[in-house]
């Protein structure tokens, strides 16, 4: 297989990946595909520095996120949403362990998060989908839940956590175990 083919696979297996984890650092659809596209050429010009050893994802993940970097400190007065440099290390992490699940596809990671979403609590699934679909923050989400702040912060909390054992727990049920070691710190 010549570096063509192999890169046009490496990109179909984690463009999606990949996407999500820009949507999840940029509030800004355009600016995100903007960037996908140039991580993806960044990456295919130095595919010959990419150590085919080690997993594609977070390797070209980590250029994203360094492209993520630049534009938030070019456009830092824009109206542009960048989170900061700590959510942005907080995000790699976050997708390493998505990475690490079992499981080949975005897909089948995704089929199994609709499905445990369905297995929160109310509190739980609101405040994880008003945060992460809506983009709320956890003081906004409250008073719309009519609950104290720690407690919202508490739902989100618990909420991640059930999530990850869940899809965890999924995704080996389908044939396909995960790195256990990876995820204990999901769980506290």
């Known amino acids: 297989?010549?570096?063509?083919?192999?890169?046009?696979?490496?990109?179909?297996?984690?463009?999606?990946?990949?996407?999500?984890?820009?949507?999840?650092?940029?509030?800004?659809?355009?600016?995100?595909?903007?960037?996908?596209?140039e991580a993806f050429l960044i990456a295919?010009?130095?595919?010959?520095r990419y150590d085919r050893s080690l997993p594609f994802g977070p390797w070209v993940r980590g250029i994203a996120a360094k492209l993520v970097l630049t534009e938030r400190r070019r456009y830092a007065r824009s109206k542009v949403y960048f989170v900061d440099e700590e959510a942005i290390?907080?995000?790699?992490?976050?997708?390493?362990?998505?990475?690490?699940?079992?499981g080949d596809t975005l897909d089948e990671k995704l089929a199994a998060l609709r499905t445990c979403m369905d297995g929160l609590t109310d509190?739980?699934?609101?405040?994880?989908?008003l945060h992460y679909e809506d983009g709320l923050q956890c003081?906004?989400?409250a008073p719309r839940l009519g609950l104290g702040l720690e407690s919202v912060k508490k739902h989100l909390q618990r909420g991640r956590a059930a999530l990850m054992r869940c899809i965890r727990g999924r995704l080996r049920e389908q044939g396909v175990g995960a790195g256990e070691a990876h995820f204990r710190g999901a769980e506290s």
Do not use: C, P
């Open 44 to 48: 295919w010009k130095n595919l010959d």
């Open 139 to 141: 003081k906004d989400i």
């Open 89 to 102: 290390r907080h995000l790699e992490r976050g997708n390493d362990d998505v990475h690490a699940l079992a």
């Open 1 to 37: 297989m010549d570096s063509r083919e192999l890169f046009e696979i490496l990109v179909r297996e984690n463009q999606g990946l990949v996407r999500a984890f820009l949507l999840s650092a940029v509030r800004d659809a355009a600016v995100a595909d903007d960037l996908l596209q």
């Open 123 to 129: 509190y739980q699934r609101t405040t994880i989908r």
